[in-house]
């Protein structure tokens, strides 16, 4: 279980890109989030693993507290959250195979990992998992000589061979053309029940999380501003969505210190750790 609790984040150029965000994902389901530009979608999913640092309020997975933990906690804990994430490029002159055992990196050990050396059971996992992905035969080839849509494909697989609890996907269709984009959600979708994890997606296109989601959230300038099935997403909620919200779905607002913003640390961190 997923929950957010009164999240904030205000940047330090004064940007309130969160405003009081309270949501609880529970099970498996697929959860798109949608908002016009600047809403605050990519800082929602990043305020989950800690890649931006929230300003205030809580994000819990299971029982674990994720904005209570010391920075080597985190990374550990950070193991149990996939991420497909555009800048978690993969490595262009390594195969697909080695993109995919990275996924596992935080499980072997660090001279282990320096000797590329994986256990059966993760190699095996992984030609499961290409196969699932639809990149079976690809192993060998190198990622730089991929289409966009396969390195999608080789950014989830390596997502999934962390076994994680939770899957963040950030804008995974802003670069494929509309054929592979909707090969791409219909793939998430499929992944969240085959593995039994919630997939929270930052989409662009409506129509796209109105076919696979299960649950729509809707940011509006920091605010969340519906919270529903697609079935509920009439035109008034849309309206309320892209052209300003007037009232938000949540609790009363909070007020919060200026934190920084530790996006590329991180990232280096999570990488490699
Ligand atoms: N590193 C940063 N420093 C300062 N302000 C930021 C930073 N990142 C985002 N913002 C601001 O926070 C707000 C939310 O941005 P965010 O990228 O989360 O929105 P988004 O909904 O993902 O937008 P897009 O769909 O264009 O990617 C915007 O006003 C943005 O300018």
Not at 32 to 45: E, H, N, V
Request: proline letters at 4%; a negative charge.
């Amino acid at each position: 279980m997923l929950e957010t609790k009164n999240l904030e984040k205000v940047y330090q150029t004064g940007d309130r890109a969160l405003d009081d965000v309270s949501v609880t994902l529970d099970g498996t389901e697929v959860v798109a989030m949608i908002g016009p530009s600047g809403a605050g979608k990519s800082t929602f999913i990043r305020c989950i693993n800690r890649l931006v640092e929230p300003t205030s309020g809580d994000v819990w997975l299971d029982d674990v507290e994720l904005t209570a933990l010391s920075k080597p906690e985190l990374q550990r804990e950070r193991r149990n959250i996939g991420m497909v994430f555009q800048e978690y490029g993969l490595v262009e002159r390594l195969t697909v195979m080695e993109n995919v055992l990275s996924g596992r990196l935080g499980y072997v050990g660090f001279w282990q990992s320096l000797r590329r050396k994986f256990p059966p059971d993760a190699i095996e996992h992984a030609y499961e998992t290409l196969e699932r992905v639809g990149l079976r035969g690809y192993e060998n080839k190198r990622v730089d000589a991929l289409s966009g849509g396969q390195r999608q494909r080789v950014g989830i697989a390596r997502a999934v061979l962390q076994r994680p609890k939770l899957l963040l996907v950030d804008e995974p269709t802003s670069s494929l053309d509309p054929e592979t984009s909707h090969a791409v959600m219909e793939l998430l979708a499929e992944i969240a029940v085959d593995t039994d994890v919630p997939v929270v997606i930052n989409i662009h296109e409506v129509h796209l999380a109105e076919e696979f989601a299960d649950r729509i959230l809707g940011l509006s300038d920091g605010s969340l501003v519906f919270d529903g099935p697609p079935a509920e997403l009439d035109e008034a909620a849309k309206t309320r969505v892209y052209q300003g919200a007037t009232d938000s779905v949540g609790a009363s607002r909070s007020t919060g210190e200026s934190a920084d913003n530790q996006l590329s640390q991180d990232e280096l961190l999570t990488k490699n750790g």
